[in-house]
């Protein structure tokens, strides 16, 4: 993207963020809409904006739908606030990397408090004067190829 393309698509960021809160007045829009990035074209003909929005995939599709529907009129909104030639055309599109982030973020703090919870453990063991077996090998009763 080059700079103009990304000072347009910040400028549309904050404009759509403003008549969104401001002038949209859809139901469907019940778990407020954030718009997380906005990618205009080189030629400047669409913008794409992706959004998340809090709530079921029933909800988010909701409101991915009331957007759609709301485009014409800001676009409209964007042209007289803009100072450009010709408006994008709007695109929306749920941001599922968002959604990706969030998981990956559940799975590493998931990770963490198992690490806290073994560390713990290995504590506890370690004050009860038990002998914790080595990491890289299997406890005695438990050698490969040992019969038993």
Sequence with gaps: ??????RLGSSIRQELAQIILRELDDPRLSGLPSITRVKVSEDLSVADVY?????TPGHQQAALNA???SA???RTRLTKVLSIRQTPYIKFHIDESAKKEIEVLDLLHKISQENAELDRQ???AGADGGQEPPHDQPPENEQ???SG
């Design 51 to 55: 959004f998340t929005v809090m709530g």
């Design 67 to 69: 957007l759609r529907h």
């Design 1 to 6: 993207m080059s700079r103009r393309t990304e």
């Design 72 to 74: 014409g009129f800001m």
């Design 144 to 146: 490969p190829g040992a």
């Design 122 to 124: 290995r504590a506890q």
